[in-house]
């Protein structure tokens, strides 16, 4: 029997929101999670093709009838508002209402939620407003650690975040075996693994809205190191959004050591951060893997 071909897009707009090497990361990570999907004992009934999407050919193209995954990566959120607004929004926001999937990594992140506040005060970095797509019901505020710089890692981070009971679960029902091999996904253990952040956000208020009284909100990560005066830990959400879902990231959970050292070879800080990131990097890849089959079986599911 033939399989269908669905597509993941990843977008990219030659470096002006989308940095180029997070869409190039985030491109190899989403390639080896669909070769981990496709080989896994029971695998959906598609399969799957990692590709970009412009601008240009999000607001033109017919993408929403081959297309079960949607990816905003990291960079800068503005130029999305700037090339996205109205329309493509729209587009955005129509496809996961109809059973789509959406994937928010850092800037795409703040981008899927209703607003965002981005170093608030701040006379030279300050990026506030609201924001279109909405999925997430509330603030996406960060930056979440200091020393943020725009086209710099100097404010890179090997972030600790705690796995919640939400993200235990979605894990060991997308891959029970390996789950079971690794003995940590168990029900009565916590995973703790750390995660490359730059610039990201927590997720402010997850939990306030329910929609046939179930909530419209999971949190499947939290932040374990920042200062106590901070007012939410979210670190990743899971947002329901009329029949799809999207996943939104303050962490580039998508991004391994490997990736990181080969795209920035040179960088003395990432280097200094490599030791702590590498212990973590089971657990990133089956996080990652599993949150991506989620996202694929949910639209195969729901979108219509």
């Not at 949190?219 to 374990?224: A, H, N, P, W």
Request: charge should be neutral.
């Amino acid at each position: 029997m033939k399989m269908s071909m669905k597509r993941i897009l990843v977008y990219t707009d030659g470096g002006h929101g989308a940095s180029l090497s997070h869409v190039a990361m985030t491109l190899a990570s989403l390639k080896r999670a669909v070769f981990n999907i496709h080989e896994h004992p029971n695998p959906p009934p598609a399969r799957f093709l990692v590709d970009t999407i412009t601008p240009e050919e999000l607001l033109r193209d017919n993408w929403t009838h081959s297309c079960s995954l949607i990816v905003m990566p990291g960079g800068r959120d503005l130029p999305y508002v700037a090339r996205l607004r109205g329309v493509g929004n729209q587009r955005i926001k129509d496809f996961v209402q109809n059973g789509g999937s959406y994937l928010g990594l850092c800037a795409g992140g703040y981008y899927g939620a209703a607003a965002v506040e981005f170093a608030k005060g701040d006379p030279v970095l300050e990026v506030t407003g609201p924001r279109e797509l909405g999925f997430f019901p509330g603030v996406a505020r960060g930056p979440v650690s200091p020393g943020f710089q725009y086209r710099s890692n100097a404010g890179g981070k090997a972030c600790l975040v705690r796995l919640t009971p939400h993200a235990l679960s979605l894990v060991r029902a997308m891959f029970p075996d390996e789950t079971k091999s690794m003995g940590a996904w168990e029900p009565d253990h916590s995973v703790v693994a750390r995660f490359y952040l730059n610039g990201g956000c927590s997720f402010v208020s997850p939990d306030t809205r329910t929609a046939a009284g179930k909530p419209t909100v999971d949190v499947l990560g939290e932040y374990l190191d920042l200062d106590d005066g901070y007012d939410s830990f979210a670190a990743v959400v899971k947002c329901r959004a009329g029949r799809g879902v999207a996943v939104l990231s303050g962490v580039h959970f998508e991004t391994s050591p490997s990736m990181l050292s080969t795209e920035f070879h040179n960088d003395a800080h990432i280097s200094k951060l490599l030791p702590e990131l590498v212990p973590s990097e089971p657990y990133r890849e089956l996080l990652f893997s599993s949150i991506v089959k989620y996202l694929l079986e949910s639209a195969l599911f729901n979108l219509k």
